[in-house]
């Protein structure tokens, strides 16, 4: 496309055609105010906070969505420009919940951050009628209060184009709007997969996740209970970023010395789970491809990509893994294996993961996660709430001396770490599987599965493995993962392994990660910078292979025998549900 | 929007017809609209069961068809009663006491305005000028248009219609 000259605020920038006033802004050096706007996923122009002057236009226009023409000249800081930003601004304050002090999004929400640029305060409201909502606390991953909502619909965009879910939209009309699901549902009676790409979304504190830092809190300060932490890979790949340590950087070893800080009573490593998931995985793998199994196997680490594929496709349950997900593995070892090593009772045992996601918080709870009698796993955080936990307790996060982990299930090899970005779980897999089924381990410098990396949302590769073809697939998003399995539905394309992860780019920018604003969202690779600090850990892991780790082949050895036993069976697998969409039929 | 708590009532002659219409605006661009005046008009309103069938055929979300069926007034999510109850809230009968008749026809029936009863008997809705300003306040049952209407004369007419 031919590149064009247009001059903003006395700044002349050259942009490719078609580029938007916004982003030519940007390229100046010009940062114009934006709420609505998220790039790809809600471009809808509705909060008029962008907008801008353009010599020559009608009327003030939307810099979001506006295309920039060749010798365009346009205003974006003018005193009546920002006047009307101030009068937008008041009224949505005029209707929101002003409860800013103890709100979970105080001082990370980007309408008080546009208040305050543009000296609006919380006095400057019309007086007038307010709505008043119930606050929908059904889910056990999402809370809604629509008290705090703005209208913006970026929770509704997410959920409609990442997801293709769109159990979420706009009702009724004018002052009456709001946004919530058919017939009223509540969030938990409809088909949500619980992922919280909505929470990410939200500018505001109308959306956070289930909280359950203070039952983690009031079970580590209970004597009676021995409480273990396992933090998942990608945590290490965001927590900094709460603490002013740029995104992209890993604190694996500021996180271990914060939890254990936090006073648990062992730090370990959902990279240990991870490990194990590729050995019964893979193993999984080549019976069902030596036996004649259902395939193409499909991943099931990812509880919103299991419960999405329950409600949507059914039919493709038998292709699921029936590995349960590290962290579910992780609690049944902790209970039975850790348990009887220690001596410890496995009531006493309170197991807390710690993870990008919020749909963990309802795989907790699912059916069969019980493998000893007991829940697996009993609370799951999200990283946002171990970063609250951690500046409650006043830990100098971003001056801490680094920690390892502790064992017998702290060590995870390089395979293991990379689960947190799309295709590190069928990297992991594939780096077993060569070994399982040729024997012969990949060699150290062809480890990289190039192929499968990236954060395309679909990515396909041909691997020949012994005598084997194996035809995989990697999804990311649940959209992309609707399109991958209605081809393969439908006979289009035949694989024999497929990885699936509900968030796009992986759990790196999982639901349950920082929120990063929009501002910084809309001109940063998020999920390719979160990526990196894994991929990095995984080049510098003198292991990179998960048949490696070994405090798994001692697990196996001293526990569980070998990979796919009866024993493993028991602990470490689970089952699936058939679940309807559009179900609330009273 | 008030939803019904009426039964639902649809019958298989019904579901055909809306399916025909379905399957003519299949691919088409828009049809969303289209199909939920078609079905509209095919039972009067539009319950969860309607619009669920709309959902699954066509694959829209149904939120997406709840929203726009709460964004127009002109989508019912409530049936008609047997007897429809209209209350005059044009500027005369306005100003002539009118709001007090239609709380009052609320509070006979249970139920308010837009809303049917659960017996399917009566349901209430409101218009705007009839054109006999000179009878206001104006209250029209089952046709029956009733004049100089005060909140008292209110349920001795709706018992006319038991």
């Known amino acids: 496309m031919a590149d064009i000259r247009v001059t903003i605020d006395n700044i002349t920038v050259t942009v490719p055609e078609g580029t938007t006033l916004l982003d030519a802004a940007h390229k100046a050096g010009i940062e114009i105010p934006t709420l609505c706007y998220l790039r790809g996923i809600n471009e809808i122009a509705a909060c008029r906070i962008c907008v801008c002057e353009v010599e020559g236009a009608r009327a003030l226009v939307a810099a979001c969505v506006y295309p920039c023409t060749d010798g365009m000249v346009a205003h974006t800081n003018t005193p009546k420009l920002n006047d009307y930003r101030r009068k937008t601004l008041q009224l949505i304050i005029s209707d929101h919940n002003m409860d800013c002090l103890a709100c979970v999004r105080n001082n990370n929400c980007e309408l008080q951050d546009l208040c305050e640029r543009y000296g609006v305060t919380q006095s400057d409201y019309y007086a007038g009628k307010k709505n008043e909502f119930a606050i929908d606390e059904s889910s056990a991953s999402i809370v809604r209060d629509n008290n705090?909502?703005?209208?913006?619909?970026?929770?509704?965009?997410?959920?409609?184009?990442?997801?293709?879910?769109?159990?979420?939209?706009?009702?009724?009309?004018?002052?009456?709007?709001?946004?919530?699901?058919?017939?009223?549902?509540?969030?938990?009676?409809?088909?949500?997969?619980?992922?919280?790409?909505?929470?990410?979304?939200?500018?505001?504190g109308a959306l956070h996740e289930q909280d359950a830092v203070k039952a983690v809190q009031a079970a580590i300060n209970d004597p009676d209970k021995y409480v273990i932490v396992q933090p998942a890979p990608s945590v290490r790949a965001g927590l900094g970023e709460p603490f002013g340590i740029p995104m992209g950087v890993d604190v694996e070893g500021k996180m271990a010395a914060a939890l254990r800080r936090l006073g648990f009573d062992k730090v370990f490593d959902t990279n240990f789970s991870a490990d194990l998931t590729i050995l019964e995985e893979a193993t999984e793998l080549i019976q069902r491809v030596t036996t004649g199994g259902t395939l193409p196997l499909i991943t099931s680490c990812s509880p919103g990509w299991i419960k999405f594929c329950e409600h949507y496709f059914p039919d493709m349950i038998p292709n699921l893994s029936s590995c349960k997900s590290p962290q579910q593995m992780f609690g049944a070892v902790a209970k039975s294996y850790f348990a009887e090593k220690m001596g410890i009772d496995k009531e006493k045992i309170v197991c807390v993961s710690v993870m990008p996601c919020t749909a963990k918080k309802f795989e907790v709870g699912r059916d069969d996660q019980d493998a000893n009698g007991v829940p697996d796993v009993d609370y799951s955080l999200t990283t946002r709430e171990l970063a609250r936990m951690i500046k409650e307790a006043g830990i100098d996060f971003a001056n801490l001396a680094d920690e390892g982990y502790d064992d017998p299930?702290?060590?995870?090899?390089?395979?293991?770490?990379?689960?947190?970005?799309?295709?590190?779980?069928?990297?992991?897999?594939?780096?077993?599987?060569?070994?399982?089924?040729?024997?012969?381990?990949?060699?150290?410098?062809?480890?990289?599965?190039?192929?499968?990396?990236?954060?395309?949302?679909?990515?396909?590769?041909?691997?020949?493995?012994?005598?084997?073809?194996?035809?995989?697939?990697?999804?990311?998003?649940?959209?992309?993962?609707?399109?991958?399995?209605?081809?393969?539905?439908?006979?289009?394309?035949?694989?024999?392994?497929?990885?699936?992860?509900?968030?796009?780019?992986?759990?790196?920018?999982?639901?349950?990660?920082?929120?990063?604003?929009?501002?910084?969202?809309?001109?940063?690779?998020?999920?390719?910078?979160?990526?990196?600090?894994?991929?990095?850990?995984?080049?510098?892991?003198?292991?990179?292979?998960?048949?490696?780790?070994?405090?798994?082949?001692?697990?196996?050895?001293?526990?569980?025998?070998?990979?796919?036993?009866?024993?493993?069976?028991?602990?470490?697998?689970?089952?699936?549900?058939?679940?309807?969409?559009?179900?609330?039929?009273? | 929007m008030k939803?019904?708590?009426?039964?639902?009532?649809?019958?298989?002659?019904?579901?055909?017809?809306?399916?025909?219409?379905?399957?003519?605006?299949?691919?088409?661009?828009?049809?969303?609209?289209?199909?939920?005046?078609?079905?509209?008009?095919?039972?009067?309103?539009?319950?969860?069961?309607?619009?669920?069938?709309?959902?699954?055929?066509?694959?829209?979300?149904?939120?997406?068809?709840?929203?726009?069926?709460?964004?127009?007034?002109?989508?019912?999510?409530?049936?008609?009663?047997?007897?429809?109850?209209?209350?005059?809230?044009?500027?005369?009968?306005?100003?002539?006491?009118?709001?007090?008749?239609?709380?009052?026809?609320?509070?006979?029936?249970?139920?308010?305005?837009?809303?049917?009863?659960?017996?399917?008997?009566?349901?209430?809705?409101?218009?705007?000028?009839?054109?006999?300003?000179?009878?206001?306040?104006?209250?029209?049952?089952?046709?029956?248009?009733?004049?100089?209407?005060?909140?008292?004369?209110?349920?001795?007419?709706?018992?006319?219609?038991?």
């Open chain 1, 148 to 204: 705090k909502c703005i209208l913006c619909r970026r929770c509704v965009g997410a959920c409609e184009n990442y997801q293709s879910v769109a159990v979420i939209g706009a009702n009724e009309r004018g002052f009456d709007t709001y946004i919530g699901s058919a017939f009223g549902m509540n969030l938990a009676d409809t088909s949500c997969v619980n992922c919280g790409q909505c929470i990410s979304a939200c500018p505001v």
């Open chain 1, 409 to 586: 299930m702290g060590e995870g090899t390089g395979a293991a770490v990379i689960f947190g970005a799309t295709g590190g779980v069928m990297e992991a897999a594939l780096r077993t599987a060569v070994y399982k089924i040729t024997g012969t381990d990949v060699p150290d410098d062809a480890l990289d599965f190039v192929d499968v990396r990236g954060t395309e949302g679909i990515k396909e590769a041909s691997y020949k493995v012994g005598d084997l073809d194996v035809n995989v697939a990697v999804a990311s998003g649940l959209a992309n993962a609707r399109k991958l399995l209605e081809m393969v539905r439908s006979g289009e394309k035949n694989y024999t392994f497929i990885e699936i992860m509900a968030c796009p780019g992986g759990c790196v920018n999982g639901g349950g990660q920082p929120i990063v604003p929009s501002s910084v969202k809309n001109f940063t690779d998020v999920r390719g910078l979160r990526a990196k600090a894994l991929y990095n850990l995984d080049a510098n892991n003198p292991k990179r292979r998960s048949h490696d780790n070994e405090s798994v082949k001692k697990l196996y050895a001293e526990y569980l025998g070998e990979p796919g036993s009866e024993k493993a069976h028991h602990l470490l697998h689970t089952t699936y549900v058939e679940r309807l969409v559009n179900q609330n039929e009273e």
């Open chain 2, 3 to 162: 939803v019904s708590t009426v039964p639902f009532n649809g019958t298989k002659e019904q579901e055909a017809k809306l399916l025909e219409v379905i399957k003519e605006h299949k691919g088409e661009k828009g049809a969303l609209m289209p199909i939920m005046q078609a079905a509209q008009d095919i039972y009067g309103y539009l319950p969860y069961q309607v619009q669920k069938i709309i959902s699954d055929e066509t694959g829209i979300p149904i939120e997406k068809i709840y929203g726009v069926a709460t964004f127009y007034a002109q989508f019912s999510m409530s049936p008609k009663g047997k007897y429809v109850v209209s209350v005059c809230l044009g500027t005369a009968c306005y100003v002539k006491g009118s709001g007090n008749v239609l709380e009052e026809v609320e509070d006979c029936l249970g139920i308010k305005d837009g809303e049917c009863t659960a017996d399917g008997k009566f349901s209430i809705e409101t218009c705007r000028c009839v054109g006999a300003c000179g009878l206001a306040p104006v209250m029209i049952v089952d046709g029956d248009v009733y004049g100089k209407m005060t909140p008292d004369m209110v349920a001795g007419i709706l018992a006319k219609y038991e």
